[in-house]
């Protein structure tokens, strides 16, 4: 909590016009952790939750090639997966290295 009234006490004394406010979430998370990993969570999180990718019985992820392909994260994703269902850890594993 404290942190949270900190960020927008000191938001709140950055120019509107400043390169923070153009931020993507992506970029936004990546400031904040310092790292591409949680960027990745974030994105498989997110084409999970839109339904672009499908979690079977053993827990491997899937994509389904209906679904619409947003931005670039997105396409490293599906291309991962275009080969079959794949594991979550050798998914983030590999996406890393793909477009973060």
């Known amino acids: 909590m404290f942190n949270r009234l900190r960020f927008r006490d000191v938001l709140s004394r950055v120019d509107r016009n400043s390169f923070v ?3 993507s979430p992506a970029e936004m998370i990546y400031v904040g952790k310092k790292n591409s990993e949680f960027v990745v ?4 999180n997110s ?3 839109e339904e672009k990718v499908t ?3 053993d827990g491997n992820l899937s994509y389904r090639p209906e679904a619409t392909i947003d931005d670039a994260e997105e396409h490293a994703v599906a291309e991962r997966l275009k080969n079959g269902p ?3 850890a050798a998914l983030s594993c590999g996406v890393t290295g793909d477009i973060w």
């Open 41 to 44: 969570h974030s994105k498989i």
């Open 21 to 23: 406010f153009a931020l």
């Open 47 to 49: 084409m999970v939750m």
């Open 55 to 57: 979690i079977d019985k």
């Open 86 to 88: 794949t594991s979550y």
